[in-house]
């Protein structure tokens, strides 16, 4: 999904030189050689790890080892997420070891989901503790979200629940499932743009639910260098996207600013004409 923190960011942290014309790590990642084997049949050959056509299979990006955590991080994914050719959250599950990031997909939850009802189960029992303090967190930003930053790893391990979809389908599940409003919520603070350069976001505070995940164990874990082996995929996908005529995408916020700028400054001109 597309999550709205709350970040200051300035487009000019987007390297426009020759060399580097996107966020700097895209042009770092070498192109597997499969990825352009001139077979014929490339393109309609699907990669069984990734869902994606061989040819732009990122399976060979993922971290090697895998990233092992002591948080889990459990997703819970929008049914029309199913069908979208980019799945960043398949991204973070297949990047991390252990098991400890797990897909779940549905409208409301836990649903047929044998270990999901294990979990509300125990979450049910915790909302009626009031002295209890529950190391189920949902990453869903909102007045009532703690910074990150406020949790101590000391007292973890910690169970992060990401919802995946549009930010609207976000929005959706958390209103179809009360369990899940009754968790605490957290809120990431980033000051860095959305590496996912080849889609456009809702606004400049968005990060897919690949970069949400990274940076929460990043911090969590106190460990930088899971942020940076996470997004190693995505970065390899929009390099790959780039190299082949996409563009970099701004916002829409960005878009709509730089069009109020423009149509102000024509009226001021005209106005002074």
Same mark, same amino acid.
């Given at each position: 999904?597309?999550?709205?923190? %709350?970040? !200051?960011?300035?487009?000019?942290?987007?390297?426009?030189?020759? /060399?580097?014309?996107?966020?700097?790590?895209?042009?770092?990642?070498?192109?597997?050689?499969?990825?352009?084997?001139?077979?014929?049949?490339?393109?309609?050959?699907? #990669? /069984?790890?990734?869902?994606? +056509?061989?040819? $732009? #299979?990122?399976?060979?990006?993922?971290?090697?080892? @895998?990233?092992?955590?002591?948080?889990?991080? =459990? =997703? @819970?994914? &929008? +049914? /029309?997420?199913?069908?979208?050719?980019?799945?960043?959250? @398949?991204?973070?599950?297949?990047?991390?070891?252990?098991?400890? #990031?797990?897909?779940?997909?549905?409208?409301?939850?836990?649903?047929?989901?044998?270990?999901?009802?294990? @979990?509300?189960?125990?979450?049910?029992?915790?909302?009626?503790? $009031?002295?209890?303090?529950?190391?189920?967190?949902?990453?869903?930003?909102?007045?009532?979200?703690?910074?990150?930053?406020?949790? %101590?790893?000391?007292?973890?391990?910690?169970?992060?629940?990401?919802?995946?979809?549009?930010?609207?389908?976000?929005?959706?599940?958390?209103?179809? !499932?009360?369990?899940?409003?009754?968790?605490?919520? $957290?809120?990431?603070?980033?000051?860095?743009?959305?590496?996912? $350069?080849?889609?456009?976001?809702?606004?400049?505070? #968005?990060?897919?639910?690949?970069?949400?995940?990274?940076?929460?164990?990043?911090?969590?874990?106190?460990?930088?260098?899971?942020?940076?082996?996470?997004?190693?995929?995505?970065?390899?996908?929009? /390099?790959?996207?780039?190299?082949?005529?996409?563009?970099? &995408?701004?916002?829409?916020?960005? %878009?709509?600013? !730089?069009?109020?700028?423009?149509?102000? !400054?024509?009226?001021?001109?005209?106005?002074?004409?």
């Amino acid at each position: 999904m597309t999550f709205p923190w %709350k970040m !200051n960011v300035s487009h000019s942290d987007i390297d426009s030189s020759e /060399n580097e014309v996107f966020p700097s790590g895209l042009t770092h990642l070498p192109l597997l050689s499969f990825l352009s084997d001139g077979q014929p049949d490339s393109s309609r050959r699907m #990669c /069984n790890g990734c869902e994606r +056509p061989l040819r $732009v #299979c990122w399976c060979g990006y993922l971290p090697r080892p @895998l990233v092992k955590i002591q948080s889990s991080v =459990i =997703i @819970l994914q &929008h +049914p /029309n997420e199913r069908k979208r050719g980019i799945k960043t959250a @398949l991204m973070a599950s297949k990047g991390i070891a252990q098991d400890r #990031c797990r897909i779940f997909r549905g409208r409301k939850f836990p649903g047929q989901h044998g270990d999901l009802q294990d @979990l509300f189960q125990r979450l049910a029992i915790e909302a009626t503790d $009031v002295h209890r303090q529950s190391k189920v967190l949902i990453l869903y930003p909102g007045k009532e979200a703690l910074p990150l930053s406020d949790l %101590k790893p000391g007292q973890g391990p910690y169970t992060f629940i990401v919802l995946d979809g549009t930010w609207d389908e976000a929005k959706k599940l958390f209103a179809w !499932n009360p369990a899940l409003q009754k968790l605490p919520q $957290v809120s990431l603070q980033i000051e860095r743009p959305s590496a996912y $350069v080849v889609r456009t976001q809702p606004a400049d505070l #968005c990060l897919s639910t690949l970069e949400t995940v990274a940076e929460t164990l990043a911090t969590v874990e106190a460990d930088p260098s899971i942020r940076d082996r996470l997004l190693q995929p995505l970065h390899a996908m929009c /390099n790959f996207q780039i190299n082949h005529g996409a563009v970099i &995408h701004d916002s829409k916020e960005f %878009k709509e600013q !730089n069009r109020q700028f423009v149509k102000e !400054n024509n009226w001021k001109k005209k106005k002074v004409l």
